[in-house]
């Protein structure tokens, strides 16, 4: 076999890009459990990017629109979200499991006719560059903008939820609506907000998936992501510099096994499978026995309805 | 005026009775059942372009697709042979224990189960095909165009099917060239592009520039012309994903044996059969062959697909070994059916383990 | 002008008419999405409702499918009365069907009237175990339930998939990924010649009935509701709370756990991968609609199950595509939600005042 430092690259390269929809779909949602809301639909938001980011390629051929509209559409399926939780007041979990079966359901109709369609080519930066370090090389250079992107994210969330005053305002929703309220603040506008953020974002992860990491749609191709998502939030205690970490765990997990298997290490694959959910569980364990701990890093008010009585 | 109208009222009428007639001959409907969605360019894509021959050749058809392998596959049968269907496709091996018990209720209902062996009552039948044989062509030809001499194989289950494929496909890349590795990598899937992607991203890492698959996505062909390395088809051509890694392709042909069978039941003919067609029969067939292929190499493969067609060369001949240098299979003779149907021990050359 | 007024106490005539509502509603938007896919909509709506319940088979199916959601959303209800967020079933349900599987595979080729108690007891005990992880993990160390709950799931599903290909398989399978075929002793009975509905619906009418006695006739029941309000009140008032929270979980895995006994059992007779379509997540639904209520409950595993169904006879004789089911799934759920409104609000029509 062959171990030299640029497969070593090649392999955290491969690690980076399996990462990237877990990466984006995760900092959406945790701006949205930020701001107290928990929302169950990331697989549904996911899947509808994915179509919609394909489906529009197909048709309109052009890449821009393709991705902004997948955008979008995250948008607009989260906005049935926001409106029942928000405006109707109804339950989280309820509504956000609802969304992800009616995501699927709907995503795979209208994908329909779009099976069995090669997608095409996304640009890749740098390409050129790949070879010129060796390591560096492979995992610094040649992907999507959307692979910079999403590894530039976590960094962006960070920034904005410490050191802007609307991340502030975001958290002080998530922490104590009932004070945010009586300072002026606009719970539900600010809710809204982060919930729309959210589906664009897993809108986005979605697009990725369809368009650059396997170019074609098929039905319920996200397999799951959604779901790891969530669990990804939660492992990272709502810090967004964790979610990278995590996402390279989540989405390295498969990669290594199979490079086990190639260089001929047997170990049962579903034991490999199961071991991010079960660290999660038990990164969740950590965190929550201790109750200081998880004031700190959990949004109070998560997944709890908000109604001002006037 | 009016006569012209009754006249032509009364040939209409004539019309509409012979065309009845002539439809009530061959009134026999079929009935479909898939796995997948037909549009996934592989297993169940296949069976649906079979679905429209037994179409053109003037039968009804209907499909039901992606049907889970639950609870659920026996009522799906058990409907389709209620409503008026003579002949049951089943497409995968996970409907066989209802297939069998829907059958034991409807004796005139014809059922055909793909890739199983339980054939229980008179009116259920079995085929399969012998895909091996296209991987006897497909080990050729990687173990020619192959530098690295590091050939990757991307499998899904180890049941005898796809370890038939692993033997058969090293066998003919090490008779070409006896310096070649196969990697396996098992994704324990049929279906699902991003885990193919990644496990055909390992092999090509590990320096394999030629990928194999037994499962049924495009992802790994895609993953294949993004890394620049060889790749075949799986199922169908896939040449259109990846015009440039896609040497050939194996493509499943179920069309002939669908036509033949609904056509037997129209007849009156059918019988219980377990049928098991390769090559020659029509049922393995092999896409063109890319131009990236070395003009001597296209002619030689084109030679064994036409001796593997009339029998005259087999992909399991004399002497094989397994992986311990027992003898499977002695010099001279070729492997039984039997053995190839249950066959669960890897050839001697290829590396590593079966999962348990 | 319209102004929005909260309710003290919601209406008991809207807390049952918005159910309906919500169905209503529902078959509207679908009608308006097959017209929209080029269908006619009345004659879709009918062979997605009518069609697959009108002979007896076809009704016989129905309760088939029916049984697993009812028992699993009885199981929810214990959980979600109480603010529990057990989100989990699907897991609970797996991993019964995999003890109760193994205690089956024991029995192989063996018969005795003994066998099939201890198989179903066996799933029982399966699902409570399962459940009783997030149960402690919430009471001991404050987990999120949900989260533990669904992340389970997954954990399941991937250990049946390794008993089917590896230990458990059929040793006369060819290595396919499925054991081998229960003995009869160890399978649910049959109702009736020629149909498939089984034994199995007598355990979820049971649940039925022992959660409405327990919900409307027990303390526990009354603790239930107050534990719901808030845990801290359930404690002040000298309530166990811990102990509630356990216990509604326990009965929320078994019920899940016999609903997976119940298909494996019944008409799968064996295991394999696919042992249930996402039942644990349908059933969250089932128990909305139903409002929590057993009886409430009974008529939402039907409308549900009809989903199911609906959706394989449209494309059978329609060639709607499948998904619909599921599209009709995910709207009579927001349908429900959203006409909940109305539960816990007015909307007065006011003339201006001078």
């Known amino acids: 076999m062959i171990i030299d430092i640029n497969f070593i690259g090649l392999i955290i390269a491969s690690i980076m890009a399996s990462a990237v929809p877990l990466i984006l779909a995760s900092c959406g949602e945790l701006i949205t459990e930020r701001s107290g809301v928990l929302n169950l639909g990331v697989e549904g938001m996911m899947i509808i990017g994915a179509i919609s980011g394909f489906a529009l390629m197909t048709v309109t051929g052009s890449l821009i629109i393709a991705v902004f509209g997948a955008m979008l559409a995250g948008v607009l399926i989260s906005t049935i979200f926001a409106f029942l939780t928000q405006t109707l007041i109804t339950n989280h979990v309820a509504t956000g499991l609802a ?40 995992i610094l250079f040649g992907h999507s903008i959307v692979f910079y992107f999403a590894f530039a994210l976590p960094f962006i969330t960070s920034y904005f939820l410490k050191k802007t005053k609307i991340g502030l305002i975001v958290r002080a929703v998530g922490d104590s609506p009932e004070s945010a309220s009586n300072q002026g603040i606009n719970v539900k506008l600010v809710r809204y907000a982060c919930i729309l953020y959210g589906g664009a974002m897993s809108g986005l992860a979605g697009a990725y998936l369809s368009m650059i990491y396997t170019p074609q749609w098929i039905e319920n191709m996200t397999g799951g992501r959604g779901w790891i998502a969530l669990a990804l939030v939660v492992f990272s205690t709502w810090n967004p510099i964790k979610i990278l970490i995590g996402a390279m765990i989540f989405g390295g997990l498969t990669i290594i096994q199979f490079h086990m298997q190639a260089i001929g290490v047997r170990i049962p694959v579903q034991f490999l499978t199961a071991l991010p959910y079960i660290v999660t569980i038990i990164v969740l364990v950590v965190i929550s026995r201790d109750s200081r701990k998880i004031r700190l890093s959990t949004p109070s008010s998560l997944g709890k309805s908000f109604h001002k009585d006037n | ?38 549009g996934d360019h592989g297993w169940t894509y296949q069976h649906d372009v079979g679905r429209k021959a037994v179409e053109a050749a003037g039968f009804k058809t209907t499909y039901v697709e992606g049907v889970p392998e639950s609870a659920d596959a026996e009522r799906v049968l058990r409907q389709l042979a209620n409503s008026g269907h003579d002949v049951i496709f089943t497409t995968s091996f996970g409907y066989m224990n209802p297939t069998n018990k829907v059958a034991k209720e409807f004796p005139n209902v014809k059922f055909e189960h793909a890739t199983g062996y339980k054939r229980e009552h008179p009116n259920v039948s079995t085929y399969a095909a012998r895909f ?34 692993i033997n058969s496909f090293t066998l003919a890349a090490q008779k070409v060239n006896p310096n070649i590795k196969t990697k396996i990598v098992w994704a324990f899937t049929w279906y699902d592009p991003g885990k193919e992607a990644e496990a055909a991203k390992a092999l090509i890492d590990q320096g394999a520039d030629v990928i194999a698959q037994h499962t049924d996505s495009t992802a790994i062909v895609q993953m294949a012309e993004k890394a620049g390395v060889y790749a075949f088809g799986q199922a169908s ?6 015009p440039k890694a896609v040497l050939t392709s194996v493509e499943n042909n179920w069309g002939p044996y669908y036509v033949d069978r609904v056509k037997a039941v129209a007849n009156g003919t059918w019988s219980q059969k377990d049928t098991w067609h390769g090559i020659g029969d029509g049922m393995v067939v092999i896409s063109d062959l890319d131009s990236q292929m070395p003009a001597d190499l296209r002619s030689k493969v084109k030679k064994l697909q036409a001796d593997l067609a009339s029998g005259k060369v087999h992909s399991f001949t004399g002497p094989i070994y397994d992986q311990k240098g027992n003898l499977m299979v002695a010099e001279g003779k070729t492997a039984d059916d039997g053995m190839l149907a249950g066959m669960m021990t890897y050839v001697k050359g290829v590396e590593g383990d079966i999962p348990k | 002008m319209i102004k929005i007024v909260k309710r003290d106490q919601p209406p008991r005539a809207i807390f049952f008419f918005t159910p309906v509502l919500a169905i209503f509603l529902t078959l509207v938007a679908g009608g308006l999405i097959f017209f929209i896919l080029g269908f006619k909509p009345f004659e879709a709506l009918k062979f ?66 003994y066998i099939l108690p201890i198989v179903i007891l066996a799933g029982a005990i399966g699902g409570m175990l399962y459940a009783s992880i997030p149960a402690i993990l919430k009471t001991y160390f404050n987990t999120n339930e949900i989260l533990v709950s669904l992340m389970l799931v997954y954990v399941s599903k991937l250990i049946l998939d390794y008993l089917v290909v590896g230990p458990w398989s059929n040793p006369e399978g060819f290595n396919f990924p499925e054991t081998r075929q229960f003995s009869d002793s160890a399978k649910l009975p049959l109702l009736f010649e020629g149909l498939r509905i089984h034994a199995g619906i007598f355990l979820a009418l049971a649940a039925v009935v022992i959660s409405w006695f327990v919900f409307y006739k027990t303390y526990l029941g009354f603790q239930m509701k107050v534990s719901g309000f808030s845990l801290k009140t359930a404690r002040y008032a000298g309530y166990k709370g811990k102990k509630m929270i356990i216990l509604v979980f326990l009965i929320s895995g078994a019920c899940a756990g016999l609903a997976g006994v119940g298909e494996i059992t019944g ?33 939402a595993s039907l409308v ?44 007065k029509f006011i003339g201006s005042k001078k």
Request: hydrophobic share 50%.
């Open chain 1, 99 to 138: 969304l992800t079966i009616f995501g699927i359901g709907i995503s795979a109709m209208i994908g329909k006719n779009f099976v069995g369609i090669p997608g095409k080519e996304f640009p890749v930066l740098f390409e050129g560059l790949k070879d010129t370090i060796p390591l560096l090389g492979p």
């Open chain 3, 267 to 299: 008409p799968i007779g064996q295991l394999h991968r696919e042992i249930s379509p996402d039942y644990g997540f349908t059933a969250i639904i089932v128990a909305f609609l139903g409002r929590l209520h057993p009886v409430g409950i009974i008529f």
């Open chain 2, 237 to 242: 051509d896939m040449d259109k994903f990846a």
């Open chain 2, 132 to 165: 091996y044989e296209g991987r006897t062509i497909l080990g050729t030809i990687a173990g020619t165009m192959t530098k690295s001499n590091i050939i990757g194989y991307v499998a899904s289950f180890p049941i005898p099917e796809v370890i038939r494929g």
């Open chain 3, 304 to 347: 549900v199950a009809i989903t199911y169904l609906g959706a394989e006879t449209a494309q059978i004789f329609m060639q709607i595509p499948k998904y619909t089911g599921q599209v009709f799934q995910g709207m009579i759920l927001f349908f429900l939600l959203a006409s909940d409104y109305l539960l816990f609000f007015k909307i």
């Open chain 2, 1 to 38: 005026m009016h006569k012209f109208l009754i006249r032509s009222f009364v040939s209409s009428l004539v019309l509409l009775f012979t065309l009845t007639v002539a439809a009530v001959a061959k009134d026999v409907k079929a009935a479909f059942v898939y796995i997948g969605p037909t």
């Open chain 3, 48 to 113: 997605f409702f009518i069609v697959p319940i009108a002979d007896k088979y076809g009704f016989s199916e129905l309760l088939l499918k029916a049984t697993p959601l009812c028992l699993i959303a009885i199981g929810l209800s214990f959980c979600f009365k109480s603010n529990n967020w057990n989100i989990g079933a699907e897991g609970q349900l797996t991993f019964g069907a995999i003890v109760s599987g193994g205690v089956a595979l024991l029995f192989y080729e063996q018969e005795g009237f």
